[in-house]
């Protein structure tokens, strides 16, 4: 977002105003949701709070929420590609410990900004500045899930919330 405030900002004290009018459509970031899980260790250490308040503060909001109790059945639908990994009995104990809290957020390019602002799935390598990097322990407990690109973000908000619960 920064970015493209920049350009606009240069294109206007370049070209003037109208300049601005000129951008194309396509460099406007859209407006798009996301899902985050905020995982057990981030609960236990009673994270939720100030996770969400760092999303905010993105310019992201929240459309959807709710506290789940995740059990294996749901988490080899939402994990189905590391099923066959010899740490999904892992991820299943990790995720199960304690219930999780899910929400939809939705802002400007939001699948990308989420993925960026939390940082690698290694949170002993995640930059400090990063919700990984500054919260999590390791490649498992990582305190946040988000989704990965646009197409995984609408297949699991579909997956955890109705459309009741999306606001
Ligand atoms: P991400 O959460 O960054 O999208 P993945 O989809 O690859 O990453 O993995 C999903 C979750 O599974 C991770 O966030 C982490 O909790 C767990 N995980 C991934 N890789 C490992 C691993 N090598 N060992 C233990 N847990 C892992």
Request: aromatic fraction near 6%.
């Amino acid at each position: 977002m920064k970015h493209y405030r920049c350009i606009l900002a240069l294109a206007a004290l370049t070209f003037g105003s109208k300049a601005i009018a000129a951008v194309p459509q396509t460099m406007e970031r859209a407006s798009q949701r996301t899902l985050v899980i905020i995982k057990p260790d981030a609960m236990e250490q009673r994270l939720a709070g100030l996770i969400l308040a760092r999303l905010e503060g993105e310019g992201l909001s929240p459309v959807a929420a709710k506290m789940v109790q995740l059990d294996e059945s749901t988490l080899r639908k939402h994990y189905a590609h590391l099923v066959g990994k010899p740490f999904f009995g892992d991820i299943v104990s990790y995720m199960t410990s304690t219930p999780v809290m899910v929400l939809a957020v939705e802002g400007d390019d939001a699948v990308a900004h989420v993925r960026e602002m939390i940082g690698p799935t290694d949170s002993s390598i995640a930059p400090k500045g990063t919700i990984r990097g500054d919260f999590g322990s390791d490649k498992s407990r990582n305190v946040i899930h988000a989704s990965e690109d646009a197409a995984a973000a609408d297949a699991e908000i579909a997956f955890f919330f109705n459309s009741s619960e999306i606001f």
